[in-house]
């Protein structure tokens, strides 16, 4: 019982115990290619979210050892992202400026009050709350992140001084610092973007042409962002040019990650708690989606209640040793299954290599402009960037293209938590809106055959005495009134109506709400002289409404099948006899 409790909540005892000589050997090829990546990438995402690049670092060695350990993908890559690191941004550079201690402090504190709730939805199984977020809204929202992380990257690419938390403050701002434009430090970002971008799309065919393997051609290519950083570094330090204006990372500690305490002042947390739940939310819809999606190519699973804990405790380790908030990313989970990761164990290896970095390499990026981190971030954000997400909603359904235009407009005009909040609104009041007003046909007998289907798609058979309605929606407090006013309309003026049959195999589940107004249904026909009748009711529900009056008060019966009902209540012509009674 107990190593079954800890398997299931602690997964590396779960996976742990059948460790290989060759899982190890994937593990490690697999890390070694993630470590590469994740270097420059850590550091320029602790610059997106406008803290020290050390802290990018310490973000990505404890977090992935925790969650190598309570988390359940095999190739999850967790550390600093784009999104949460724009948000992380947006969020304490409102309690703090950027740079100073207080700001530092807060991005600990967003990290510990992230971890903390993610943790408790995860112990109070609340992983189904995600499933609120559509995905055409997080769409949206990434896609808008994008252009936004993009844009505010701009200033360090041009070398100006240039602030804004908005699309449209971010373009104002860039244009008037436009004149003082530093020409070298434009020079070198324009260079490093231009040759990142060329090495993602055209480096692994020419590799591959030159006659190099595929692995060895995949790591190259993944070590791109790496050269840039080598050559741009070599380029300052050798011809001086931080003697011109051309900002560069400066001094980082060489050190492992720090033990760090959060801040615990209750107005702070106070301060921070809301966008500690959106940056959550978001952080676990990204993940437990790249989580999902690798695992299903390996016929593994995940569970989501578990990798709430796995982020959480992520998250706790990141704001105790100098961190700030992560999540598992996109890319770099992408690269880490594409290398062979067999387990958790390739990211407690990726940590490894990280913590190395930390203590070995830091001086060697003293001189590391900060134009090629933004070009690093340009780069791999464009990728998150698919307007085209708008035509296909617009052909598929009007209401989520409507969710995920205002979703991109209110990002990109009132920043990201307007955004993101924006969009959980709107994938909720979607629901509500959807299910309050369910679809509701009139059915018929199809000939020849026991099934029912549309009056106004088929060619079916009726009879004036029968009314049979199907219900294609669970029945709750929203949407009852909705079903008493369609009925209502229906059967008023039908003088040769005598009954009234609701078609339930759609419905899951009917609340008191919905129970009051299937009464209120039942007498009103009633008084009008007409019988309601239920017919293919499923076991759940029936347990349900037996805990009722409403079966006893009932003016008609319930049915197994419609096609009972119908038999029985007004038969049709062309139709077979059916094998057995009512229920």
Known sequence: MISSMLRRYIPVFDWGRTYNKHQFSN???????VTIMLIPQSLAYALLAGLPPEMGLYASILP????????????LAVGPVAVVSLMTAAAIGQVAEAGSMGYAMAALTLAMLSGAMLLMMGVFKLGFLANFLSHPVIAGFITASGVLIAASQLKHILGVDAHGHTLWEIVVSLVRHLPETNPVTLVIGVAATLFL??????????LKRLGLGPRPADVITKAGPVAAVVATTVVVWALGLDQQQVAIVGEVPQSLPPLTLPSFSLDLMTTLAVPAL????????ESVSVAQTLAAKKRQRIDPDQELIGLGAANLGAAFTGGYPVTGGFARSVVNFDAGAETPAAGAFTAVGLAIAAVALTPLIFYLPKATLAATIIVAVLSLVDFSILTRTWGYSRKDFTAVAATIILTLGFGVEVGVSAGVALSVLLFLFKT??????????VPGTEHFRNINRHKVLTNPALLTIRIDESLYFANARFLEDYVYDRVVGDDALKHVVFMCSAVNEVDMSALESLEAINHR??????KLHLSE???????????????????GEVFLSQYHAQAKLAPVEDAPQPISSAI
């Open 27 to 33: 593990d490690m090829i697999a890390a070694i290619i």
């Open 64 to 75: 992935i050892v925790l969650y190598a350990i309570f988390g359940t993908s095999r190739a």
């Open 197 to 206: 971008f060329w090495v993602r799309k055209g480096l692994k065919p020419l």
């Open 278 to 285: 959106l940056v959550s939310i978001i952080g676990f819809v």
């Open 436 to 445: 309050s007003r369910p679809h509701i046909a009139e059915v018929g007998l």
């Open 525 to 530: 026909l009633s008084d009008m002289g007409l």
């Open 537 to 555: 009711v499923k076991g759940p529900v029936m347990d349900r409404l037996k805990r009722s009056h409403f079966l006893e008060e009932l003016s």
